[in-house]
């Protein structure tokens, strides 16, 4: 019994020793505020990079946050230095335009934002927003948008620079999804079809639109039919203009008494590849442009 209580005291002394040397000499024992213990550890992958084709403009930067079910970045210092960095190659070289891809986690998937169809392209926006508020114009800024299978999103976006399409008449057409020039996809129409089934974003933009026309009697809408590859040019062709049409007929009866012209480009101004079935989902689209 006394061999125990002996054992114990020397435990008892030895805990006490500890407190005071982590405690009281290396002062590591500092209470921690409510919102320090809450407060969730924000590690991000270091993966953020600027690309020009294959050549890395800039690398070794934290990854945007994105909470899920949200548009907006959570931003740290790290991300404040790439955006100024990226508006300052953009402004340096004036030849250069920028996409953004925005990407939507699996969970994420059918679930429309505002305007826009998805949370990549939405994602892909506020990080343009930002981009301009360092005086970048909106018109070099391109998105994209891209399904991720992480479930986490640790990589949320990605950025590359590039020449005008005037240098590169063989590269992709580049889609600005911005209000006076939107794009929406066929998720809006029955596969081969021009019945016009408008999703939440759409029906959200017209109403937009709209308002914006009644107050500028001066512009007008022109909107462009997109179709894949799959088919002759011939019904490619018709099959953009009957869906243009339709989305015409749309804002007519909105009450839409701007003039709206109609336009077809089939397949002949493809934004991604027509070999995977993401890709010509991409292709088959109805443009937008107010002017």
């Known amino acids: 019994?006394?061999?125990?209580?002996?054992?114990?005291?020397?435990?008892?002394?030895?805990?006490?020793?500890?407190?005071?040397?982590?405690?009281?000499?290396?002062?590591?024992?500092?209470?921690?505020?409510?919102?320090?213990?809450?407060?969730?550890?924000?590690?991000?992958?270091?993966?953020?990079?600027?690309?020009?084709?294959?050549?890395?403009?800039?690398?070794?930067?934290?990854?945007?946050?994105?909470?899920?079910?949200?548009?907006?970045?959570?931003?740290?210092?790290?991300?404040?230095?790439?955006?100024d960095s990226v508006a300052a190659i953009l402004q340096r070289i004036p030849s250069r335009k920028l996409i953004i891809t925005g990407f939507y986690a699996p969970q994420e998937m059918n679930q429309?934002?505002?305007?826009?169809?998805?949370?990549?392209?939405?994602?892909?926006?506020?990080?343009?927003?930002?981009?301009?508020?360092?005086?970048?114009?909106?018109?070099?800024?391109?998105?994209?948008?891209?399904?991720?299978?992480?479930?986490l999103l640790r990589t949320p976006a990605e950025f590359s620079v590039f020449y005008d399409a005037t240098a590169r008449p063989d590269a992709y057409e580049k889609v600005q999804f911005s209000f006076t020039n939107m794009t929406f996809s066929d998720a809006n129409f029955a596969f081969g079809s021009a019945e016009f089934r408008p999703g939440a974003a759409f029906t959200a933009y017209a109403d937009s639109v709209k308002t914006y026309l009644s107050l500028n009697p001066d512009k007008k809408l022109t909107i462009i039919g997109h179709t894949d590859n799959v088919g002759s040019d011939k019904f490619n062709n018709d099959l953009g203009l009957r869906r243009a049409k339709s989305a015409r007929d749309y804002f007519t009866k909105l009450g839409v008494t701007a003039p709206i012209e109609v336009q077809t480009q089939g397949k002949h101004k493809p934004v991604a590849t027509n070999t995977t079935p993401e890709g010509r989902q991409k292709n088959r689209r109805v443009n937008f442009v107010i002017e």
């Open 1 to 83: 019994m006394r061999a125990l209580t002996v054992f114990l005291l020397f435990i008892a002394y030895a805990l006490g020793v500890r407190w005071y040397y982590v405690c009281q000499i290396k002062k590591m024992c500092q209470p921690q505020t409510p919102a320090q213990i809450t407060a969730p550890v924000d590690v991000r992958d270091k993966n953020l990079r600027l690309l020009s084709g294959d050549t890395v403009l800039l690398q070794g930067y934290d990854q945007f946050a994105f909470a899920p079910g949200q548009a907006q970045p959570r931003l740290n210092h790290n991300n404040e230095i790439f955006l």
């Open 112 to 151: 429309s934002y505002g305007f826009f169809e998805n949370f990549g392209t939405a994602r892909a926006d506020a990080l343009r927003r930002l981009l301009m508020q360092r005086g970048v114009e909106e018109s070099r800024i391109s998105l994209d948008h891209d399904l991720s299978n992480d479930s």
